[in-house]
């Protein structure tokens, strides 16, 4: 069984060579551990540093491709190497590295495809600002109603991921690839479990990935409500579809209570022309997720073609 623990990376010289250095080698159930570095761009000698500290797999990028490119590009080399099992973990030190055995040990038994870590379990995280503990709590919950499992911690970087999530995961986009990651994860119906992990922000280190909170909601709400359409289009335009639908026989309704007792239309015309407008708003709607349900199914199926060949193509890497 072989591990690969992945740091992605972007000018962290400074911390990454201490955080390599007291990276733990040795897991119950873990015949080979190797650590591998994403250096998506730095120029502050970050790579060297990873070298020097003994970073076993280091994949320099020439630019700065943000964080999502680094996973995709993490996902790669991990199944290049033939990794049964890859941990993703900050270089900062913000993580409690002795916490990975947690984060293994369901992945090992078999219990989950995939593990992330759960910030929030006994309260807020330590020194986590109001604005993003608020904001994460309040995405997992939405996300949580939408796909209809419990989510504790949508955008924890601290997880695991068993070989067959690798392989079945699409590639992602910018830094919200946390969110991406888990809901293209359960919309393939693969076995997530959260688990409790510490976490420390430090005071007055500015974050490299959020420049700005409001950018960072921005992009998150465009993410998820992506995602969701993807995953839930029956839900995602169904449920709206159904509302207007019903709203619209209620206005109906209204106006047969105002029409039949003197049979008079124009007083009450515009009952009328509101609901003939809001029934035709709520059946484009229904629409739309029959035709976002057919494009899933042809999506899973191109999807399921991919799957076949990233199997057949790192088959010998095992």
């Given amino acids: ?51 020097d500290a003994g970073a076993d797999i280091v994949v320099s990028h020439f630019t700065n491709r943000r964080l999502g490119v680094a996973f995709n590009t993490a996902v790669e080399s991990a ?36 593990t992330v870590g759960d910030r929030f379990k006994k309260g807020s995280a330590d020194g986590i600002p109001m604005a993003k503990n608020i904001l994460n709590k309040f995405a997992a919950k939405l996300v949580s109603i939408f796909l209809n499992t419990q989510i504790d911690d949508l955008t ?62 921005n992009n998150s709400a465009k993410i998820i409500i992506k995602a969701v359409r993807d995953i839930r289009p029956m839900k995602f335009f169904g449920i709206p579809g159904i509302i207007i639908v019903s709203a619209s026989l209620i206005t109906f309704g209204v106006f047969l209570a105002l029409y039949l007792p003197n049979l008079q239309i124009t007083p009450y015309k515009n009952y009328l022309f509101t609901a003939i407008a809001l029934l035709l708003i709520g059946m484009q709607f ?8 057919m494009i899933k199914s042809n999506r899973q199926l191109t999807e399921d073609m991919l799957y076949t060949l990233k199997k057949q193509k790192f088959e010998s890497k095992k």
């Avoid at 888990?182 to 959260?194: E, Q």
């Avoid at 229904?286 to 349900?293: E, G, P, S, V």
Wanted: aromatic share 8%.
């Fill in 1 to 51: 069984m072989k591990l690969i623990i992945n740091i992605p990376a972007y000018n962290e010289a400074k911390v990454i060579g201490d955080t390599i250095k007291h990276m733990p080698r040795i897991f119950d159930g873990i015949d080979e551990v190797l650590i591998q570095v994403i250096d998506d761009g730095s120029t502050d000698g970050t790579a060297q540093v990873s070298h």
């Fill in 79 to 114: 199944l290049q190497n033939g990794a049964d099992i890859m941990i993703n973990i900050d270089a900062d030190g913000q993580f409690n590295s002795n916490e990975i055995p947690s984060l293994l040990k369901p992945v090992l038994t078999g219990k989950a495809d995939m």
């Fill in 156 to 217: 924890c970087g601290f997880r695991a991921h068993n070989r067959e999530t690798l392989l079945r995961l699409n590639k992602v986009s910018g830094f919200t690839y946390t969110q991406e990651t888990i809901i293209d994860a359960i919309g393939k119906n693969l076995k997530i479990t959260w688990v409790p992990v510490t976490v420390r922000y430090f005071e007055g280190r500015k974050s490299r990935i959020v420049k700005s909170i409001w950018k960072f909601v």
């Fill in 286 to 293: 229904i629409i739309f997720a029959l035709i976002a349900d």
